[in-house]
C-alpha cells in the first residue's frame, strides 16, 4: 500500500496564477484532511472531509477551496494564489472508526509551494 | 488563537540524554492528545498518544506525562540518539469532531553524537 500520496511535490506560482494539488489513499479512510505547515506555527487545519461528496473549512480556509468527488482523492485548489499562500501543504487521512489506534491520522510527504 | 502551546521551539542534547518537550492545553474538551514525530522532507508520523484519563504512557523509550488538573502534557525520550534528531509536534483533538487535530507549534530536536 502507498498510504498517502500527494501531487506534486514542489510547485513554483506567480501571484494570480491558480493551481489544484492532489491527495490520494488508499486505506479507504473516509476522513481527509489538508493542513499547512509554517515556521514557528505548526500545522494548521485548512479543510477536511468526512466523506464522499462532503466538505468543512478548518482554522484558515480562505483562500482555498477543496472536493471530494471519490472516497480516495481530496483536491486543494488556489484560485488566486498569494505570496501569504507560499508554505508546505500536507495532506491526511483517518478512518471513522473509533477508538485507540483508528485515532490515528496517516500523512502524506507534503507540497512545498512557492508564490511569487 | 493557539490552543496548544509548545516549549520549547528548540532542543539540543548529547547522546544518551532525556530531551523534554512540553505542551499546554485550554480547551478541556479535548480527550485525545498525540505527539507527531517529523524527519526533514517527511509528513508527521504518529509516535505515541495518551487519553486524560492515564497520567503516563510508555512506549519503548518514548514517554508522555499528562497532568489533567494543569492541563499539561510532556514528551521524554530515554537515551536519546542522533537518530532522534527531528522536529516533535504536540496535538490535541475531540472525539466526534472528525478527528480535527490542534497542532502545537513545534520543536525541532538535535541529538549530538
Known amino acids: 500500500n502507498a498510504g498517502v500520496t500527494q501531487t506534486p511535490k514542489f510547485r513554483v506560482l506567480k501571484t494570480g496564477q491558480s493551481m489544484t494539488l492532489l491527495c490520494a489513499q488508499d486505506?479507504?479512510?473516509?476522513?481527509m484532511y489538508w493542513y499547512r505547515q509554517d515556521p514557528g506555527m505548526g500545522l494548521r487545519l485548512i479543510h477536511y472531509?468526512?466523506?464522499?461528496?462532503?466538505?468543512a473549512k478548518g482554522e484558515v480556509p480562505d483562500g482555498y477551496n477543496v472536493s471530494r468527488l471519490k472516497k480516495q482523492n481530496f483536491l486543494l485548489g488556489l484560485e488566486s494564489a498569494a505570496p501569504s499562500q507560499t508554505s508546505v501543504y500536507f495532506c491526511?487521512?483517518?478512518?471513522?472508526?473509533?477508538?485507540?489506534?483508528?485515532?490515528?491520522?496517516?500523512f502524506g510527504p507534503g507540497t512545498r509551494l512557492t508564490v511569487l | 488563537q493557539q490552543q496548544v502551546k509548545q516549549s520549547p521551539q528548540s532542543l539540543i542534547v548529547q547522546k544518551g540524554g532525556i530531551p523534554i518537550i512540553n505542551c499546554a492545553y485550554e480547551n478541556t474538551a479535548f480527550d485525545y492528545f498525540p505527539w507527531y514525530q517529523q524527519f526533514p522532507g517527511k509528513g508527521p508520523a504518529l509516535l505515541i498518544a495518551?487519553?486524560?484519563?492515564?497520567s503516563e504512557k510508555k512506549e519503548g523509550r518514548f514517554t508522555i506525562s499528562f497532568n489533567k488538573s494543569a492541563k499539561q502534557f510532556s514528551l521524554h525520550i530515554m537515551d536519546s540518539q542522533p537518530g532522534d534528531s527531528a522536529t516533535y509536534f504536540c496535538?490535541?483533538?475531540?472525539?466526534?469532531?472528525?478527528?480535527?487535530?490542534?497542532f502545537g507549534s513545534g520543536t525541532q530536536l538535535t541529538v549530538l553524537p
Open positions: 486505506m479507504n479512510h473516509e476522513y
Open positions: 472531509s468526512v466523506g464522499e461528496g462532503t466538505t
Open positions: 491526511a487521512s483517518s478512518t471513522r472508526l473509533a477508538g485507540g489506534p483508528h485515532n490515528e491520522q496517516f
Open positions: 495518551i487519553r486524560p484519563d492515564v
Open positions: 496535538a490535541a483533538s475531540i472525539s466526534g469532531s472528525a478527528r480535527q487535530l490542534t
